[in-house]
């Protein structure tokens, strides 16, 4: 485990290697190439890369119409506006189509901080997994971004991959197979479970590392993907341990939580709690204030851990 790049940054440079051998790939971007880090791409191979300036919407027009003349377009732009701000688009001009476009987000949740609530999209998960056709990606680290990025652009059909801003430990090594819809268990225990993707995977790791000093075993594990689900892995930590907690930097409802408790419900009940930000908008400040805030911190999942095994 050691800090790497931000998981954006992963993004872009994979776009770019990507596009060295696939000349199918096409990137559309939303006047937002430098913060996306599709600026890479761009720089690269001018021919295929389109900036439609401040218009989603027509990002998305655009991104169908390759995809229906042989393209793999790649629209990229901050979760806050796609799917935020063109999630009609989306849903009739893809998702409808099942067309072969990757819509592949930065910047999503908390984790942008200052930018203030109309920036932190908090219910682009929510959004996405509901919509038929659609896979929906959820990298951490550089590494788990860059087979995430690759594995989207082979799959036929449209894909979301909600990357990251903030910079996170990384869990996996290079050798790693990634594989969509399987999930991935980092630590094993036998008396918790911890659910999470993103950046709060190093919430849920460093908290049970703290419960294991205190004679909890808290098992660990990556949610890779959203749609599909990793069944198996949930209704066997559900009959294993018998309690989970889920941690994500989403709104409770429609994300992670809503997805394991899906399962758990039908397959096999248990106690499921869920750390996510509850029904109100987040604020302006830094990512480390408004997790503090809201309840996503080590300090926070194990006091909740504390209180399901009691």
């Given at each position: ?53 401040i ?22 732009t901050?979760a ?8 009609d688009?989306i ?11 990757k ?30 056709n ?6 951490s680290?550089?590494?788990e971004?860059?087979?995430?990025i ?40 036998v ?14 790791y ?22 599909p ?10 009959k ?60 926070d ?10």
């Amino acid at each position: 485990m050691t800090n790497l790049i931000s998981p954006r940054d992963a993004f872009g440079r994979t776009l770019a290697e990507i596009g060295e051998i696939n000349e199918k790939v096409f990137v559309v971007s939303a006047d937002l190439a430098a913060a996306t880090k599709t600026d890479i791409f761009a720089k690269k191979f001018k021919n295929r890369y389109i900036n439609v300036g401040i218009c989603e919407q027509n990002m998305v027009g655009v991104a169908a119409g390759l995809a229906r003349t042989g393209f793999i377009p790649v629209m990229s732009t901050f979760a806050c506006f796609a799917p935020g701000r063109c999630y009609d688009q989306i849903r009739q001009s893809i998702a409808y189509s099942n067309l072969n476009v990757k819509v592949i987000s930065t910047h999503p949740g908390l984790s942008v901080g200052p930018d203030g609530a109309i920036h932190q999209s908090l219910d682009d998960i929510a959004l996405m997994r509901e919509l038929p056709n659609f896979v929906v990606l959820t990298p951490s680290d550089e590494i788990e971004t860059k087979k995430a990025i690759e594995k989207a652009i082979e799959h036929e059909g449209p894909v979301y991959v909600r990357v990251g801003r903030k910079e996170c430990t990384a869990y996996f090594k290079e050798e790693w197979s990634y594989e969509i819809g399987k999930w991935v268990t980092i630590k094993e225990g036998v008396d918790i479970t911890f659910i999470a993707h993103g950046c709060m995977v190093e919430v849920a790791y460093s908290a049970a590392a703290e419960l294991q000093k205190q004679g909890t075993s808290a098992r660990v594990i990556i949610a890779t993907s959203i749609k599909p689900i990793d069944k198996e892995i949930i209704i066997k930590a559900a009959k294993e341990t018998k309690k989970i907690i889920t941690i994500e930097d989403h709104f409770i409802n429609g994300g992670l939580y809503s997805t394991v408790c899906e399962v758990t419900a039908s397959e096999f009940p248990c106690s499921v709690r869920g750390l996510a930000v509850m029904d109100h908008f987040g604020e302006s400040g830094s990512p480390k204030e408004l997790y503090e805030k809201y309840g996503l911190t080590v300090e926070d999942l194990v006091k909740e851990a504390k209180k399901i095994i009691n």
